[in-house]
Structure formats: C-alpha cells, structure tokens
C-alpha cells in the first residue's frame, strides 16, 4: 500500500502535538506557577517505623510523616517469603501514618511516600516485629 506525504505529514504532526500536550495521559502535571518548573523531587523517606497499638489495644505499625508539604499517601510494604521480596498491602487509609496488622507472628515492613506529582520517596527502613498472638480458641477437648 503506497501513502501520499500530504496525508503522512499532518497525522505526524498532530501525533507530536497529541504528545507535547499531554493527550492520552491521565496523571495530571504538577507546575510550580512561580517558574513553571515541573516538579520531579522526591519527598523525604518516612522514618521510625515501628509497632504500636490503636486505642482498642489492635496491633498498627506507625511512623513518622515524611517532611514533604506535598505528600499524599504512603505505601507500606511487607516482606513475603513466597515471592522473596516485598509486596504491597492493601492499606485502608492509605493518607496516615499507621497501618492496621492484621495477623500475628513475625513480618517485616517498610514505608515510602508519594507526593501530588507522583514523585516516590525511598523506602524507609524496614522494621520487623513480632505481634503476639491473642484471642486463640483454647481446646475443650476430643468428643
């Protein structure tokens, strides 16, 4: 099949107009309005993390905020042996700086931060501990 430059030309040119303009993408871009500068630094690792209780006595690892002004959700991360490396967890309010536990034994976490532009953070460092384990059925015997 054989194509005329005069068609090729202009569906060129709106392929680099759709690109330059941001077309097709549905992250919206960050610009500081003061030098129209993109924002592409990364905020501050969280840090301290560590095993807490919340007021009912549950388990919840907690840690310090990252300094960022900018952050917008943090993502917590727990070691799996299955994959031998970490993996996300489903994080219920993922915009604090706390994440409910919900089994028992020894895991190892780890926590970065996102800002509004989509810039991550580093991970923080990974903690490990041990949450006891509570509320077990005590055996009333074989019938």
Not at 23 to 39: I, K, M, R, T
Not at 60 to 76: G, H, M, R, T
Request: overall charge negative.
């Amino acid at each position: 099949m054989k194509f005329s430059r005069s068609i090729m030309l202009p569906i060129a040119g709106l392929a680099v107009i759709a690109a330059l303009s941001g077309c097709g993408s549905n992250n919206p871009v960050a610009v500081d309005p003061g030098n129209q500068q993109f924002d592409t630094t990364p905020p501050p690792a969280p840090a301290n993390v560590q095993l807490s209780s919340d007021n009912a006595g549950n388990p919840i690892l907690v840690w310090d905020a990252s300094s960022a002004p900018d952050v917008s959700a943090y993502q917590v991360e727990v070691f799996s042996a299955h994959t031998g490396g970490f993996v996300p967890v489903n994080d219920p309010n993922s915009t604090d700086t706390s994440f409910p536990i919900q089994t028992s034994g020894t895991e190892t976490y780890r926590v970065r931060a996102v800002d509004t532009s989509g810039n991550w953070s580093a991970f923080s460092a990974s903690a490990t501990v041990l949450v006891p384990v509570t509320g077990q059925p005590t055996p009333i015997g074989i019938q």
